[in-house]
């Protein structure tokens, strides 16, 4: 049986009301091309329907993840009265670090593969339905406060993320493809599977829990502020982020039938059930291995060591 390190504390945090007149307009960070494209065409009607929230709306201009980044710091400093994000965990996790920690409201359309961020913070499923939620949050005043982690790689280097890191096998299935060049498309990530599942072995990891250090052998581990990754998979199914804390799965000397099997379990979240799986909770997390890059919300952070640390109502939500 998977085990807990320790209870989760009582947190609450209570909707906030906040009185957006005088501010800026509504910055729109979209991805075009995130869910395969499928909501490409979308956008004009999203910005429609955020406009009845009373604010102008502006879409910011970005050809790169540099320059999309750069452009959502921009708007935040120049005082925008909300940040949204049209697209999937990756469009969210860029806008993300525009806000994280500053009093500017944060929503996302979900608009991606996975949405994963978005369906774990409570936006509706259909972008339509969402940006109206938005533009009523806005005509409201209404935000709730919810956690982020945030992460130090080694060299000092900080970033947040809002669902999952990843720091074992699955992230290095997304290293492997990230790196080929061949083919295109999802076949790349299947190949990539296919080459990392033949190569699969139990790696070893030091886990340092709020100070107290694990020495342990896993094929897989996952840090998470919310609970799913990955396109709807329950990695760490009693993740909250509300409670102050991080929640930590391991999946211990899985072989390929096992892991193969335990998948399937990810799906509802009772592969913590599981004999070979430990859960944990932490305010802070330190994870070290050989040869891993980090991977949260499905984008690379860092290479391992990192220190990921809860980040209490770090960002105030728009729904």
Known sequence: MGMRARSRPGTVHAVTAVDFTGAGPVAVLANPSAGRGRHRGLLPTVVHRLAAGGHPVRVLSAQTPAQA??????????????LVAVGGDGTAHLALQAV???????????????????????????PLVAADTIAAALRHGRSHPIDLARTTAADGT??????????????IINERANRMRWPRG???????????????????????LDGVTHELDAVLVAVGNCARYGGGMRICPAADPTDGLLDVVVGGRFNRRT?????????????????????????????????????????????????????????RLLR
Request: hydrophobic fraction near 45%; glycine fraction near 8%.
């Open 69 to 82: 980044q750069a452009a959502c710091r921009a708007a935040v400093a120049d005082g925008a009265a909300a």
């Open 100 to 126: 994280a920690g500053t009093c500017v409201p944060f929503a996302v359309v979900p608009a991606g593969t996975g949405n994963d961020f978005a369906g774990d913070t409570g936006f509706p499923a259909d």
């Open 259 to 315: 892991l193969l099997r335990i998948k399937r379990r990810i799906y509802p979240g009772t592969h913590v059930d599981h004999p070979l799986v430990r859960s944990f909770r932490a305010r802070t997390v330190e994870v070290a291995a050989a040869g891993i890059t980090g991977y949260a919300d499905g984008e690379p952070v860092a290479e391992l060591p990192v220190t990921i640390t809860a980040a209490p109502a770090a960002v």
């Open 158 to 171: 900080q970033r947040w993320y809002g669902a999952v890191l990843a720091a074992g096998i699955d992230a």
């Open 186 to 208: 999802p076949r790349r990530y299947d190949l990539a599977i296919l080459v990392e599942l033949a190569r699969l072995r139990p790696r070893r990891y030091t886990l340092r």
